[in-house]
């Protein structure tokens, strides 16, 4: 039986206004004087899985954009707009056991007048976790843009990213079946990147001696999910795939990119139109696992972190 749900206003790491939900298996923080960011995600007296950027703790205001951590709701393709600086409070209300998170009116420079929220649901018991992100055009002319979430996470851990099932080539397998997007700093000789059959893996380092100092990369997977691994802990992420539908950066749902601070796991949506006032949401659930056994080859993946992606659940 789950513990009740707790939702109580904090302060934290210089921030006077922060939000933490528990349920007594995990908790969340949610920063209200910026973003809105979830800048802590962890089990209840454990560590927060999630990256911070000490240079950013508690402070507001400003017109350059700050990475402060944690994770946010971004706008694809990634454009001067995408960097608008969420720098200023945040309207929070709360519906019965959901907590929406609402940002001002981007409308000045870089801004092009969206306005973005979060709406975050914690399960009444276990690690699950939804969140709604949604982004309204609040601007006199139509938009294109596709919602975009990368999650921060803490260094020292690697991402795994699930390709479309591999099938030897016959008849009924002439065509493509994904996608794998790279950046002019995508490097496959850096030791960062672990390639494989079936999955992608990407590695943060803290001194990486490859040619450049960030990698990324994105794929087109119907799978859904991606992940991340750190010391006996894995942190799941999953949201809807729509066939057929246009995905930003050549057609990518999932995107990785890492850099010697910090690992991120991303989702994006489908490229929409969004006309004078509407708005488009995008919904990913989150998990947590304890105690599983490390390792980066396949095999590993086969039995040690699949079984637990197939415990999870779009909810």
């Given at each position: 039986?789950?513990?009740?749900?707790?939702?109580?206003?904090?302060?934290y790491?210089?921030?006077?206004?922060?939000?933490?939900?528990?349920?007594?298996?995990?908790?969340?923080?949610?920063?209200?004087?910026?973003?809105?960011?979830?800048?802590?995600?962890?089990?209840?007296?454990?560590?927060n899985?999630?990256?911070?950027?000490?240079?950013?703790?508690g402070?507001?205001g400003?017109?350059?954009?700050?990475?402060?951590?944690?994770?946010?709701?971004?706008?694809s393709?990634?454009?001067?707009?995408t960097?608008?600086?969420d720098?200023?409070?945040?309207?929070?209300?709360q519906h019965?056991?959901?907590?929406?998170?609402t940002?001002?009116?981007e409308?000045?420079?870089p801004?092009?007048?969206?306005q973005?929220?979060?709406?975050?649901?914690?399960?009444?018991?276990?690690?699950?976790?939804?969140?709604?992100?949604?982004?309204?055009?609040?601007d006199?002319?139509?938009?294109?843009?596709?919602?975009?979430?990368?999650?921060?996470?803490r260094?020292g851990?690697?991402?795994?990213?699930?390709?479309?099932?591999?099938?030897?080539?016959?008849?009924?397998?002439?065509?493509p079946?994904?996608?794998?997007?790279?950046?002019?700093?995508t490097?496959?000789?850096?030791?960062?990147?672990?390639?494989?059959?079936s999955?992608?893996?990407?590695?943060?380092?803290?001194?990486?001696?490859g040619?450049?100092?960030?990698?990324m990369?994105?794929?087109?997977s119907?799978?859904?999910?991606?992940?991340?691994?750190?010391?006996?802990?894995?942190?799941?992420?999953?949201?809807?795939?729509?066939?057929?539908?246009?995905?930003?950066?050549?057609?990518?749902n999932l995107?990785?990119?890492?850099?010697?601070?910090?690992l991120?796991?991303?989702?994006?949506?489908?490229?929409?139109?969004?006309t004078?006032?509407?708005?488009v949401?995008?919904?990913?659930?989150?998990?947590l696992?304890?105690?599983?056994?490390?390792?980066e080859?396949?095999a590993?993946?086969?039995s040690?972190?699949?079984?637990?992606?197939?415990?999870?659940?779009?909810?």
């Amino acid at each position: 039986m789950g513990h009740r749900l707790m939702l109580e206003r904090i302060r934290y790491r210089g921030w006077d206004n922060c939000y933490k939900l528990s349920n007594g298996t995990v908790e969340l923080i949610v920063l209200a004087d910026v973003g809105p960011r979830i800048i802590s995600y962890g089990f209840c007296q454990g560590e927060n899985q999630f990256y911070e950027a000490e240079l950013d703790a508690g402070t507001t205001g400003g017109k350059e954009f700050r990475v402060y951590g944690g994770h946010r709701l971004w706008v694809s393709p990634e454009v001067e707009r995408t960097y608008f600086p969420d720098n200023r409070p945040v309207k929070v209300s709360q519906h019965g056991n959901r907590v929406c998170f609402t940002a001002p009116l981007e409308d000045t420079p870089p801004g092009t007048n969206l306005q973005k929220e979060m709406q975050i649901e914690l399960a009444a018991s276990g690690t699950g976790v939804r969140v709604t992100h949604r982004i309204q055009n609040c601007d006199a002319s139509p938009t294109t843009l596709a919602p975009w979430t990368p999650t921060q996470m803490r260094a020292g851990g690697h991402a795994i990213l699930p390709l479309s099932p591999r099938a030897a080539m016959d008849n009924d397998h002439l065509l493509p079946v994904g996608v794998f997007s790279i950046w002019s700093y995508t490097d496959f000789a850096d030791p960062r990147w672990v390639l494989g059959t079936s999955y992608i893996q990407l590695r943060q380092l803290t001194e990486p001696t490859g040619r450049f100092r960030e990698q990324m990369g994105g794929a087109y997977s119907p799978e859904g999910w991606v992940a991340h691994f750190r010391r006996g802990v894995l942190f799941v992420k999953r949201a809807q795939v729509v066939a057929g539908a246009q995905y930003p950066d050549f057609g990518c749902n999932l995107e990785v990119f890492t850099n010697p601070e910090l690992l991120e796991v991303e989702t994006l949506g489908p490229l929409v139109e969004l006309t004078p006032g509407e708005t488009v949401e995008h919904t990913e659930c989150w998990w947590l696992f304890s105690e599983v056994p490390g390792g980066e080859d396949e095999a590993w993946i086969e039995s040690a972190i699949v079984p637990l992606v197939g415990k999870t659940v779009l909810f």
